[in-house]
Every structure is written in C-alpha cells, then in structure tokens.
C-alpha cells in the first residue's frame, strides 16, 4: 500500500500563499484520481481539489480561481498551490486518493495550515 506524505504547511497572513506536497512512497501512476482534502477544528473532512491521472482537475466552490492542484507522477508526488489565502482556509490537509478512504488508519499526518494576522 503506497503511504503518502504531507509537508509545506504553516503560519501564513490573510492573502498570502503556501505549496503543499504529498510524497508516495511508491508509484502513484496506478492511482486514477488523487485528492487534496482539508478539516478544520470541529468539522468533517472535506474535499478541497482532485486531478485525474490525465491532469483534469476540479475544485471546491471555495477554492476556485485560487487553489491549483498538480501531479507529478514520475517524482510520486501531487502538489496544492493556495494563492489568496484566507482565515477560513484554516485546517489541516490531507491527500490522498478519491474517493477518500473511510479507516481512519487509511489517512496520513496531514499538515497544518494556518492563516492568520
């Protein structure tokens, strides 16, 4: 079973940026559809942004026009570049395939993005 890997997260002001990573480790080739995910304090895990295995991607309402998702799957990574960031984009990110795995045991560390002045 591939494991993957959060990093990138952080301390951010309203309107800046971050680049998450999600690092396989093994091939994410086989895996048709990767997701970005996020849950924030007191809330369920929700579905941010998904990019097929051809690069179609989609987004949450909530993040469209400043969220990009991106896969590289010769390096076994899928990347979230978060533009505009605002204080409700708060919560921890998590990748993983979609649809999202219902164990709890299936899900990594995540990352934890915080945006504040």
């Known amino acids: 079973q591939v494991q993957l890997v959060e990093s990138g997260g952080g301390l951010v002001q309203p309107g800046g940026s971050l680049r998450l990573s999600c690092a396989a480790s093994?091939?994410?080739?086989?895996?048709?559809?990767m997701g970005w995910y996020r849950q924030a304090p007191g809330k369920q895990r929700e579905l941010v942004a998904r990019i097929t295995r051809g690069g179609i991607t989609a987004y949450a309402d909530s993040v469209k026009g400043r969220f990009t998702i991106s896969r590289d799957s010769a390096k076994n990574t899928v990347y979230l570049q978060m533009n505009s960031l605002k204080p409700e984009d708060t919560a921890v990110y998590y990748c993983n395939k979609y649809p999202g795995p219902t164990r709890d045991n299936d899900w990594g560390q995540g990352t934890q993005v915080t945006v504040s002045s």
């Open positions: 093994g091939s994410i080739f086989g895996i048709v559809v």
